[in-house]
Structures are given as C-alpha cells and as structure tokens.
C-alpha cells in the first residue's frame, strides 16, 4: 500500500441482481480483464467471485454473486443462498438492474430482501446505452417507490460508459482499511476453479440451450511442464446421455472448439501456454443430489 495515502480506503461489495442483467459483464469491466464468465443464458454464475481492484487510493473487493431467482433443484437453490448470504458480510452492496426490462417480479423480490439489509445499497441502472435519456427518469421513480438508495448510477456496462463515476461513488461509501491483497492479484479464485469456469463458459456459447445448466466442470490435473507449458485435464459432466453426444458433437468437433476458445482465455489470465484435454462423462440428475453438488465445489452449508 502507498504510504502516502492517508485516507486509504478498502472493503467488500455485494453485486447482486437477477440473472442476466450484466452484472459479470460489469465486474469484468470494473477489474479491467475478464475473470467471471459471460453468457447470455440466464444463471451462468454459479459460485461467489471475489475481483479484486487495487488503486492507489483503495482496494474493492468484488463478490460476484449468482443470479438470485425461483431455484428449480439443490443446485439452484445454492445459487440462490450463496447470493442472500454474501449480503450479510459486505461493506456496500450493488443492486444492479437491466433499464431494457420493466420492474417485476424477479425485481421486487430482490428489492423486497434488501429491505432487510442494514448495508448501504447503489441501484446501478445498466444498459442505459440501449434507451433513450427520457425513459430513465420515470424507472428511477420506480425503484426509488420501494427504498432510498445511497446512490443511483447510470452505466453501460459492455461498452464501459459511467464506470468512472461508479468506482468514485463506491470509493466514498467504503471505510478506511487496509490493503488485504497484493496490487497484481485479480480475483482469490484457485486457478483450477478459474480454468474450469472457462470451459463451462464455452459451453454456455457453443451447445443448445438445454445443455450448459445440465453440465459441471471439474479439473483433475493441472500440471505445469519444466518448459513452462501448462497440461489441463478435465472433466465436463452431464445429465444424459444425448447431452454428451452434443457437447462431443461430430467427430468431436464441438469438444474440440469448447477446449480451443477456453485454452485461449486461459492463456490470456494466466500467462502460459496451455494444452487442454477434455473428457465427458454422464452422472444423472446431479443438480439435485447433495453428493455431486459437494463433489463439484458446491456446499450448502459453506458460504464463507
């Protein structure tokens, strides 16, 4: 930390929403490369990402958290616990909304919840790029109905518009603390779990839409070679049988692009050359047994 900043600020911010309103996207964004993954299918964010931003001034530490909805199966409703009990540990939370979707039931619920919450919220109005200045005011008014936020921000979170002023509202509301990361470090996540969310991410991209909910990532072996080269081995699990054709695709053609693109994000955090070899096995209806959900990093009873 700079010792010649006084007032060094630090803390830790919820970014809670409901699924698909930007909030990886503006996490990304915010840290300045990408460490959650991306997807236009709703629920892509399964675990809790810290990102961590350090500036000469202050340090925020970001927790990503799962898109909070109706669970359907165990594994939704760990999403949806992991997201409630992040808001319990936090200096500030990010109540982040999508201007394009009128205020419903998805929103009220959320709103309803941090009703609650003691801890200072900012509604950060995203996407405010895709509609005109005149339609702002009135969806203001209308999540202004339900709670007095500490601040309301405007902000494109794809095309980075308003992030500035985001990050200097943040800084204000944060306490003074200490630096609890070193200034290079991004994001707490094991570099195993890092990699894994790539591949998955890849596959929210590539395969069918019934497909990327029914399918878990583990990496068994991540083994640097004395050249610096980096062997991956992993192992993408599904529900059914006809979900493995898909993700194995003709002549294994779409496991082979899922492992090309997730190879190239993975070179690009962490600065090696990566071999990545994938595999797909079946195990039933895992979502909804706690064995698996353990067995694939999700605990119900750790949500730190």
């Known amino acids: 930390m700079n010792d010649t900043v006084k007032h060094y600020k630090s803390g830790f911010v919820a970014v809670v929403g409901r699924p698909n309103v930007g909030k990886s996207t503006l996490l990304n964004q915010i840290i300045g490369q990408k460490i959650a993954i991306v997807s236009d299918t709703p629920q892509t964010t399964r675990n809790r990402i810290l990102g961590i ?13 799962p898109g909070i909805h109706k669970p359907q199966h165990k594994l939704g409703e760990y999403m949806v616990n992991s997201a409630r009990s992040a808001l319990r540990e936090v200096d500030l939370i990010l109540f982040v909304s999508d201007v394009t979707e009128s205020v419903g039931p998805g929103e009220r619920f959320i709103l ?25 005011l009135p969806i203001i008014s209308q999540y202004s109905a339900f709670r007095d936020f500490a601040a309301i921000v405007p902000v ?24 609890y990361y070193p200034e290079d470090e991004v994001t707490d996540q094991p570099e195993r779990v890092v990699a894994a969310e790539f591949i998955r991410e890849k596959i929210f991209r590539l395969t069918r839409e019934e497909i990327p909910h029914s399918t878990a990532v583990e990496v068994e072996e991540m083994k640097t070679r004395p050249n610096g080269d980096v062997f991956l081995r992993a192992t993408i699990y599904v529900e059914r049988e006809s979900q493995k054709g898909i993700i194995i695709g003709a002549k294994g ?37 706690e064995g698996s959900l353990r067995m694939f990093g999700y605990d119900k009873n750790d949500h730190r």
């Open 53 to 65: 931003l350090t500036q000469p001034d202050a340090q925020i530490l970001f927790l990503d958290t």
């Open 156 to 179: 494109s979170a794809l095309a980075g518009a308003n992030m500035d002023r985001l990050l200097s509202v943040i800084k204000e509301m944060l306490p003074e603390g200490p630096q």
């Open 253 to 289: 053609a779409m496991l082979k692009e899922i492992g090309q693109q997730a190879r190239l994000d993975m070179e690009n955090i962490f600065g090696s050359r990566f071999f990545v070899d994938l595999w797909v096995k079946v195990k039933n209806d895992w979502r909804n047994k």
């Open 112 to 136: 309803d919840m941090l009703k609650e919450e003691q801890t200072p919220v900012i509604l950060v109005l995203n996407k405010v790029d895709l509609v005109a200045k005149d339609k702002l």
